[in-house]
């Protein structure tokens, strides 16, 4: 099973960024000794000051703890055959770019680009397909890198929101939609938060649906967030992700792929 991206650790240093927080202010909130709580954040794990503290953070102190012990992991799942994941490795950090394709029409589109595209080239040789869109959902390097390569070779047209525009990419227009063929579906769902523009991609007309995240959610944590962004773009999560059937499978740039359900019982951030 692939590891998750962030350990009890990043999660607390992320929800203590996101609310401005810091040793005295959270020992204060809290009412934690400042000892104890200095040693959590120079990372010696302490399951009472977990539960302690969490209330604080806004996380949820039992699936922070099973965090922390190792104990909570989504369930293996795989993609439909039409889906393919690519995990490229960007400055010792494994990324997760997708490809999805229609078998009747054998178009294909790319969800961000990770940080080599061989294997993505090499995928559209082997099933015969034309690239002909790339959706991004946001424009950290990690995520772009190889978006004008990409592009010279296939010629597809990139979609990105407008306040993250790159060269070579257009702005998603308001309730942007995709038909791939007269089944597959993509829909743009604006999730910023770890980033201004941050976009999810629904895939429907497969089953079940698929959500593309970025970095917006990950499987029991989420992305990065400045404090000015903390509240809102996690009320975005909620509001534009969680709320999508609790089979939708999540499939987000780093981490292992989860579903809408998993996270709802037990992301730290959201149950
Ligand atoms: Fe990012």
Redesign the pocket.
């Known amino acids: 099973m692939s590891p998750l991206e962030d350990t009890w650790h990043d999660i607390i240093l992320k929800a203590i960024r996101g609310l401005a927080l810091d040793q005295q202010s959270l020992a204060q909130a809290s009412g934690v000794r400042e000892e104890k709580i200095a040693s959590l954040l120079q990372g010696f794990r302490n399951d009472a000051t977990l539960v302690a503290i969490a209330p604080s953070l806004g996380l949820h102190p039992r699936e922070l703890v099973m965090v922390a012990r190792g104990a909570s992991h989504p369930p293996l799942t795989t993609l439909p055959k039409n889906v393919q994941r690519f995990t490229t490795q960007y400055h010792g950090m494994a990324v997760h770019s997708y490809l999805l394709w229609s078998e009747r029409t054998q178009q294909a589109v790319a969800f961000d680009t990770g940080t080599e595209i061989t294997p993505l080239l090499k995928k559209l040789k082997e099933h015969q397909l034309d690239l002909v869109a790339i959706f991004l959902t946001?424009a950290?390097c990690?995520?772009v890198l190889k978006l004008s390569e990409l592009q010279a070779k296939t010629k597809a047209q990139a979609w990105i929101d407008h306040r993250e525009l790159l060269e070579g990419t257009q702005p998603l227009l308001a309730n942007f939609s995709f038909a791939l063929d007269d089944q597959i579906d993509i829909k743009a769902l604006s999730t910023p938060g770890?980033?201004p523009g941050g976009t999810t991609y629904l895939i429907t007309g497969l089953s079940p649906l698929i959500a593309v995240v970025?970095?917006a959610i990950f499987a029991r944590s989420a992305?990065g967030m400045p404090p000015t962004a903390y509240t809102h773009g996690l009320k975005n999560i909620c509001q534009n992700i969680l709320m999508l059937p609790p089979s939708t499978l999540l499939a987000p740039?780093h981490g292992p792929l989860t579903t809408i359900e998993e996270e709802r019982l037990k992301n730290p951030f959201f149950a």
């Open positions: 946001h950290h990690d995520h770890h980033s970025g970095d992305g740039a």
